[in-house]
């Protein structure tokens, strides 16, 4: 742990970085003030809100471009990269998609354009995460695969076997259903993965989408349970505490990804 | 000994490795061992044994043993541990080679031993050397004439001319017991170590990283002194060592700089994991070596 401090430590030297965490600080306190004081009204404050959200998917898709172009193309860690890219261009798209339907619709359909672009984003995280764990176990890439594809039939099946047991199956509910085990899958592989590079500088990028799974977990359950407010002015402490948790989990991998890049780019430092 | 002075300070100025031979008798040698310019060690070889003594001590003993022959000949840092090994080795498989044409399959059986070994070979005017590594690997040779000195990667073909009708052969295996042989066995597996953990971290963490860690690497060993070099896919160890215990502790200290480097990056847990992963595939012999000399870092390796 003393190595991932130092880095750390390192790292929030850096102007660029202390620029970066500020940054991020301010999304997260504007998005926390709009979300508690509704200051312009509908539909503008879901509209800062929204924005705020897809500014920090924005900021995400384009920091891992630059950490995927940064590496060779005989790179192994370009492949992991491309994936990640693409899954964070991809979950962009999908935020300015559903903050469109927002906008317009205040209340949005599912399943939407968004959700295609959210599925597919899983599906890319979910190449990137197989290349990992193949460079960590090069001996292993069958079983990952086999992992791999296994995790992605129970995520697809097991919701569609509940539905269909309980007679309430829908496109709407399936989807509804989905992301919670995705991101369960998704913020379990991320864990894992924090935990192998524990205090190392690779673990940075991979918290940030442990942490999307318990947010969309609790998105999951409280749209469900009636609890989520789709309005900033009809919102409640639980929902400002989801929402604001989902904002954070893009920042948190934004940074990590940012973290990765300045290692890259500065490289390792004498004693 | 003016000469003798005038040839060391020829070293010094051009900072060669190598060694100065100062032949008395045909049985009695003194070797002066030179490393980037300065005299490191000295040995004297007298009717078949071999006195090592300290740096400090070689004007002494080449003022007190009279008049010499005296020949510079440069080195590689692997050319003179081939000499340094040639003093040392013990318990040899001598034999006569009276046609110059059975040099080269005196040399072949020699190449297919399993184990490393060293061969000597002298004729009355030349002698050269041969270290056989393992079965598979390229031997190193260094041939020294009157004239020509040849200190090359492979079998130089100049092994192969007819250097006179008489040639001893004398093959020494591996020795444990030894110091210089634990010097090449730390050596090579230094380098293996190294080989291993610089493509496993480039497959973690890709080039630039890889390119990073050897600029700080370089960094290390130029403060150090120590001329090993490391590119992003090898390397290269051209340091020579006073002993096998001097060769480890150096070692040991590079491992654990580039680990604790390696760490910043990939953690330390997987790191570990990686190294018993790498290491668990080498031969019982090279775990023991491992051992004796605590070479890899604790924390990463040992519990």
């Known amino acids: ?26 999304l997260l306190a504007g998005y926390i003030v709009f979300y508690q004081f509704a200051p312009l009204g509908e539909p503008f404050d879901n509209l800062v809100l929204n924005s705020i959200t897809s500014l920090a998917a924005l900021a995400v898709a384009g920091v891992s471009t630059v950490v995927f172009l940064y590496y060779d193309p005989e790179d192994h860690p370009r492949k992991i990269w491309k ?11 999908a ?10 619709f205040e209340e949005v359909p599912v399943p939407s354009i968004a959700d295609f672009g959210w599925w597919l984003g899983f599906l890319f ?32 099946l097991l919701p569609l076997s509940l539905l269909s047991a309980l007679g309430t199956f829908t496109v709407e509910s399936f ?97 | 000994m003016p000469e003798i002075q005038a040839m060391v300070d020829s070293f010094y100025e051009r900072r060669q490795t190598g060694l100065i031979r100062l032949a008395y008798s045909p049985d009695k040698n003194l070797y002066l061992f030179l490393k980037r310019g ?28 009279g008049e010499a022959y005296a ?13 340094g090994l040639s003093l040392q080795v013990r318990d040899g498989r001598t034999e006569e080679i009276s046609d110059p044409g059975q040099v080269s399959q005196y040399l072949k059986s020699e190449a297919g031993r399993s184990e490393p070994s060293l061969v000597y070979l002298n004729w009355q005017r030349s002698s050269g050397l041969v270290l056989f590594p393992e079965k598979n690997s390229q031997p190193y040779s260094v041939f020294v004439s009157e004239e020509t000195v040849r200190d090359e990667a492979g079998l130089s073909p100049v092994f192969y001319e007819a250097w006179g009708p008489q040639c001893m052969a004398s093959a020494f295996s591996l020795d444990a017991s030894v110091d210089i042989w634990k010097e090449y066995q730390l050596r090579r597996l230094f380098a293996e170590i190294c080989n291993l953990m610089l493509a496993r971290f480039r497959t973690l963490a890709g080039r630039a990283l890889v390119e990073s860690l050897v600029r700080v690497m370089t960094s290390f060993t130029s403060e150090r002194d120590l001329d090993i070099s490391i590119s992003s896919h090898k390397i290269l160890d051209c340091e020579v060592f006073l002993s096998s215990e001097v060769a480890a502790k150096y070692y040991r200290l590079f491992l654990a700089e580039m680990f604790e480097h390696c760490a910043v990056v990939v953690g330390p847990r997987l790191l570990a994991a990686s190294l018993r992963e790498n290491i668990a595939n080498l031969p019982a012999p090279d775990l023991d070596l491992i051992d004796a000399h605590a070479l890899l870092p604790r924390g990463y390796f040992y519990d």
């Open chain 1, 1 to 26: 742990m003393i190595n991932e401090w130092n880095e750390l430590k390192r790292t929030f030297s850096s102007p660029r970085a202390i620029l970066s965490y500020a940054f991020a600080l301010l």
């Open chain 1, 83 to 93: 994936n990640m890219m693409i899954g964070a261009w991809l979950w962009f798209f």
């Open chain 1, 95 to 104: 935020e300015a998609a559903w903050q469109i339907y927002a906008f317009i």
């Open chain 1, 125 to 156: 995280f979910t190449f990137a995460l197989y290349h990992q764990y193949s460079a960590i176990m090069p001996g292993e890439s069958e079983t990952i695969r086999l992992y791999a594809i296994g995790a992605w039939l129970v995520v697809l």
């Open chain 1, 175 to 271: 989807v509804d259903f989905y992301y919670p085990f995705a991101d369960l899958a998704v913020g379990i592989a991320g864990l894992a993965l924090v935990f192998v590079f524990r205090g190392g500088a690779l673990m940075r990028p991979w918290i940030g989408l442990m942490i999307f799974g318990v947010s969309d977990m609790l998105y999951a359950w409280a749209e469900k349970t009636g609890m989520y407010a789709w309005s900033a002015e009809n919102s409640n402490a639980l929902t400002l505490v989801i929402d604001s948790t989902y904002l954070l989990a893009y920042l948190i991998f934004g940074l990590g990804i940012l973290g990765h890049w300045m290692l890259l780019r500065h490289g390792l430092r004498s004693k």
């Open chain 2, 38 to 65: 300065g005299v490191f060690s000295a040995a004297l070889f007298n009717s078949g044994l071999t006195q090592i003594f300290p740096r400090d001590q070689w004007l002494e003993k080449v003022h007190s043993a």
């Open chain 2, 71 to 83: 020949k510079a000949i440069p080195l590689s840092p692997l050319g003179l541990l081939l000499f």
